[in-house]
C-alpha cells in the first residue's frame, strides 16, 4: 500500500505531466512570398507539404507541389514533384511539365489535369523552393504564392516563432500529430 507521501508524489507526477506535456501538431504557413520563403529556418525533417501556386488570371492557375507521403494517383502514392492546373492552355501546361522533366526528371504521369513526376529529384529546404518559385514566377510571367506545411511542432515552436516564418501567417492544423 502506498503511504500518503508516495500518494502525494504520484498525484504531483501526473499532474506535472499533463500540464507540461508538448503536444505536437502540424501547422501550415501560407500566402508567403519568396523571400518570406527563403528567410524561413525549419528542421527539413519537419516539412511535410509544400505548394507553389502560380496565379495566371482570375481563374486561370498552376501550382507545383510535393508531399512527404506521396500524392495518391488511383489509390497508389507516387513520389515525386506534382503539379495541377485549372484553365492554362495546353502550349503553357506542355512548357511546364517539359520545364520541372528537365529540372528535376522523373516518370511523366498524367490523371485529367495533375500531372505527377514520379522519381524525381525533391527539393524540401526553403532556399530551393524559394529559387524554384522565383524562376516559375519569372518563366511564366505570374506572382506565386506559397504554402509550406510542418509536421510534429509543438505550440510552443509556434509562439517562439522558431521557423521565422511570418507569425500571421500561421494556420494551425487541428489535432495531435504523433
Request: with cysteine; proline share 4%.
Given at each position: 500500500?502506498?503511504?500518503s ?9 501526473g ?20 523571400q ?56 503553357t ?21 495533375r ?36 509536421e ?27
Amino acid at each position: 500500500m502506498l503511504g500518503s507521501k508516495n500518494l502525494i508524489l504520484v498525484y504531483l507526477l501526473g499532474y506535472y505531466t499533463l500540464k507540461y506535456r508538448i503536444i505536437c501538431m502540424r501547422v501550415r504557413y501560407w500566402h508567403l512570398n519568396i523571400q518570406e520563403t527563403i528567410e524561413s529556418k525549419y528542421p527539413l525533417d519537419k516539412i511535410n507539404h509544400w505548394e507553389i501556386k502560380c496565379l495566371c488570371g482570375e481563374y486561370q492557375h498552376f501550382g507545383v507541389f510535393w508531399f512527404k507521403y506521396g500524392t495518391p494517383l488511383d489509390k497508389e502514392p507516387v513520389y515525386g514533384i506534382c503539379l495541377y492546373y485549372n484553365e492554362i492552355d495546353q502550349k503553357t501546361v506542355e512548357e511546364l511539365i517539359r520545364y520541372l522533366n528537365e529540372r528535376f526528371g522523373g516518370k511523366t504521369l498524367s490523371r485529367q489535369t495533375r500531372v505527377f513526376l514520379n522519381g524525381s529529384k525533391i527539393i524540401f529546404d526553403p532556399t530551393s523552393i524559394g529559387r524554384l518559385a522565383n524562376d516559375l514566377s519569372l518563366k511564366f510571367n505570374s506572382p506565386v504564392e506559397i504554402t509550406i506545411e510542418l509536421e510534429k511542432v509543438s505550440e510552443e515552436d509556434i509562439k517562439e516563432n522558431k521557423f521565422c516564418f511570418p507569425s500571421k501567417k500561421a494556420l494551425p492544423i487541428v489535432g495531435k500529430d504523433e
